[in-house]
């Protein structure tokens, strides 16, 4: 019910509370991090060292994207709350990129939903990853077909 | 109509976003991308293989077959990549 596009991190504990503040219906909180790692996949088998991505969107495409998710997995689940954010700009290594979170009364569609939520924002969000190697190269992630897998078992 | 590249796109092309004015006789979007692969190199480089291009129209994802009508902006992009 709640979807943020923003550049800076975000508090994980402060979120989670924020949510649920004062909902006494809710009896489970899942909650999903993504991180940016430090080895790229290279595409051919080789891994590289990633010192720190760019991640660009749509601006206006992205909130739309993510509040449409947001309001399917409502639609599938008995959520009483969720909460998508998802950082842009430049991050090093280490650092959040993106937090999924659901509430329900019990804890199947809470780590359902969540579930969810990432697979199909993975695929379906504006969002496009430029990796900055110690080269000083940067490469576009390219797509990954089994994530369109993880999207499509949803479907 | 606003055409917007990002990624890749917009490096080939050189600029992220233009103001263009197609001819009549382009109505889909597979026109615009025959069009638009005529203003430059980098257009047509960018433009190359639609396989792996996506296209929204108004902010709303398409395919080559859609017609464009009155749209006031036009996206093309790599496969996403947000998430972990």
Redesign the interface.
Known sequence: MAVKVQADDFDLAAELAAMRAGNHNIGAVASFV??V?DMADLGDGGRDQVTAMT????P??TE?MLARIDAEAQARWPLEASLII?RHGRLQAGEQ??LVACASPHRTAALEACHFL?DW??????????EQTPDGDGH????RDS?TAATEKWR | MKI?Y???LRNKVGCAEEELTPPADVTTVADLVAWLATQSSGHADALADMQVVRC?VD?EYVGLEHVIGAAREV?F????????
Do not use: S
Request: charged share 20%.
């Open positions: 993504g991180l790692r991640l660009e969107h749509y206006g495409m739309k998802h990129i993106v990432i924002l993975k695929t379906e969000a504006p969002f496009w990853k430029l576009w992630v390219a797509a994530d | 917007l990002f990624a890749w929204a902010q996206a992009f790599p496969p996403v990549t947000g998430g972990d």
